[in-house]
């Protein structure tokens, strides 16, 4: 578990040390820089960590034999070229987890930064985010990358059709890595303050068309799979209510964080999905599309969980108390979830390539 931890502790560390300084810039310097460096390395260079790890092992091996055409056809076509590019390179899957990993945490960071306390953001992503999701499912952090980049790039008054379609390309690349991120688009359309039927159009349009060329083919094996099954995912309980209490948090105080138009709409929109989404997981046996659909509203826990500091601040000066609440709080989470959670065993312990049987 020690690498975990460690993980935990320079970004709790980070916390501490930059709580008092005014600026953002301030905390996104090298030392900030060195600490995603370290993450998505830790992400990477894992090797065996994540419960979906043997299906990906057989993904790679599968399209050593295949040709581009139909190793595409086999999965997610940016995953697959990946696994596809990584054969013909004579690589290991180390190759394909770290593009990934590269691609989560630029989105990563890129959000983090748009947080007035980028350090305190990027902690409450690890105990979930980036230990759980990164490191486990491959395909969806690169999807969650994309979109997270995506969230930060919206953070101006107005959406523009620059905005736009800055937006349509990272959801295009989130889409390609995994269908499901096209849902966020529909969270995205209402979220402008003028125009907001020009908009909502133009977010139609380019759902429809993401839909038309990655998305249909897939429709029926995700209902079959997710919904007719009704398949048990033993995760999505735990995402649903991680979700909860920053979703009502954002809906009570949103007033303090000092946002724009349009991200005061965004992340309304995100705040509801989270708590239809636990309403859902009540009433339906779908489960794991449920979860897979929770897995895009864990941005909001970052959003909420890093501006609570400002929002109770006194001033330009966040309250100290609350960065301490928001570190102990995902300290237990890590806890928790390492030491209790059905599935945990997977993670550990941290295998790292190329030591392969080295444990940590």
Known sequence: ????????????????????????????????????AFVALMIGFRYEVGGDWGSYQRMFTETRYLALGPSL??????????NWLGQRLDLNIWFVNLTCALIFTWGLIKFARRQPSPWLAGLVAVPYLIIVVAMGYTRQAAAIGFILAALASLDRSEITLTSLLRLAFYV???????????????????SGSKNRFVTAGIMVAL???????????????????????????????????MSLPPALLYLRFHK???????????WRNFALAAIATFALLMVSSASAAIDRLALYLIPLQMFVLSRLPEAFGN????????????IAYSAIIQFTWLNYAQNSGFWIPYKLFPLGTQFF
Do not use: C
């Open 73 to 82: 056809e086999r999965g997610d076509p940016g995953y697959m070229f990946l």
């Open 315 to 326: 001033g330009e000066r966040p309250n100290g108390q609350v960065v301490l609440a928001v």
């Open 172 to 190: 295009f690349g989130a889409v390609i890595f995994h269908k499901s991120a096209i849902i966020v688009l529909p969270l995205v359309a209402v």
């Open 256 to 266: 303090e964080f000092r946002l724009t138009e349009v991200q005061r709409k965004l």
């Open 207 to 241: 759902m429809a068309i993401l839909y038309y060329l990655l998305v249909e083919s897939a429709v029926d094996k995700l209902l079959s799979g997710y919904v007719a099954a009704g398949y048990e995912s033993q995760g999505a309980l735990v995402r649903s209510i």
């Open 1 to 36: 578990m020690f690498p975990y931890w460690l993980l935990f502790s320079i970004f709790a560390v980070g916390s501490l040390e930059y709580r008092r300084r005014g600026n953002i810039g301030s905390q996104t310097g090298l030392l900030f820089l060195a600490a995603a």
